[in-house]
């Protein structure tokens, strides 16, 4: 039977579970023998392999983080890890090695390619950064963690009558404070790929309480600015009160929504469906609903485009 082997790498995503769980058992649709490498690109280095049957995949669909666990692993930076990880390959006879994870590890899976191994991506972050694919997996569960929060925040800032800037997860994106903003109806969303003027932020906050809004919501991408500091600014110009709430790795973790299950599902099904095709060095990705595979040169290169419409359309419905 041949062999494949799956990791996961950077940081978790809700979903990763589902992918796994999927690359096993279209596997075993095919007579394929699965390993899974624990904790990413350490375990290929240092050889910690399982076997990952049927029945260990059973029970994890709707569970957060990842069952093979992750790392961020710098050594792999050095082209001689890299090719310790492909001597391991060669040593268990593994044929492709699927990998699980956003930018960074898309990246590593590209180098290792240069070296032979034969490579297939799975776009798995919640921050929805990734060229080539409309969306990632755990993007979903984090934009909607998001929304409960704001959900919550909105009561107490209505009691309140105070305005709130909410910090959400991205790093350089600003996909999760859009997609949130815009469902949770924040009054501005502030994202890195956008100059932003204060004055106009505070602007919107004044006229909105002058028409009788007892609370503003504010979202701020990471990746933009300080959260503590803008609320400390906005406070000053306003003479509003202000809160920040920083939501950090609780975006990472909870049970995948079912838009993430049925994704992973469909990207892991496909990812195999490449194997068996012999088509390699790709990342599986989903564009207009639809399932196709992108060159990993390409991912690995490209930049995700920021959606100016739909920012558009939040500030337009948010007076
Ligand atoms: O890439 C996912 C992400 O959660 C980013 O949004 C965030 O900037 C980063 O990872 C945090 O990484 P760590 O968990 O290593 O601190």
New binding site residues.
């Given amino acids: 039977m041949k062999r494949i082997a799956v990791l996961t790498s ?2 978790d995503a809700p979903g990763m579970n589902a992918a796994i769980r999927g690359i096993v058992r279209a596997c075993a649709y095919h007579d394929l023998t699965v390993f899974g490498v624990n904790r990413g690109f350490y375990g290929l280095i240092y050889h910690d392999f399982v076997n990952l049957s049927i029945n260990s995949v059973g029970d994890i669909i709707h569970r957060g983080g990842t069952i093979l666990r992750t790392s ?1 692993t710098r050594e792999f930076r050095d082209v001689n890890m890299r090719m310790r990880a492909k001597e391991a390959l060669d040593y268990f006879g593994i044929k492709a090695l699927f990998i699980i994870g ?1 930018n960074g590890s898309l990246c590593g899976g590209y180098e290792l390619s240069k070296l032979g191994v034969k490579v297939i991506g799975i776009p798995a ?3 929805n950064d990734i060229p080539g694919t409309d969306l990632a997996i755990g993007f979903d569960t984090a934009v909607n963690t998001v929304l409960d929060a704001i959900n919550r925040i909105r009561d107490t800032a209505t009691s309140h009558e105070r305005i709130f800037i909410i910090e959400v ?3 350089e994106s600003g996909q999760i404070a859009l997609a949130s903003g815009l469902a949770g109806g924040a009054e501005s969303i502030l994202v890195p790929e956008l100059p932003f003027d204060l004055k106009d932020v505070v602007e919107r906050i004044n006229a909105g309480i002058a028409r009788g809004k007892l609370h503003s919501i504010i979202v701020v991408a ?1 990746g933009c600015c300080s959260a503590i500091e803008l609320g400390r600014k906005i406070e000053e110009m306003s003479r509003h009160e202000t809160r920040v709430t920083v939501l950090g ?1 609780t975006q ?1 973790g909870g049970t995948p929504t079912a838009a993430d299950r049925i994704l992973a599902s469909r990207l892991a099904t496909a990812a195999v469906d490449l194997f068996m095709a012999g088509e390699f060095n790709q990342m599986v990705g989903i564009q207009r609903d639809r399932v196709v595979g992108v060159d990993l040169q390409t991912v690995v290169e490209g930049k995700k485009e920021f959606n100016q419409d739909m920012y558009e359309l939040a500030r337009i419905l948010s007076i």
């Fill in positions: 950077g940081g961020r956003g972050s919640i921050d997860m991205g790093r990471e790795h990472r």
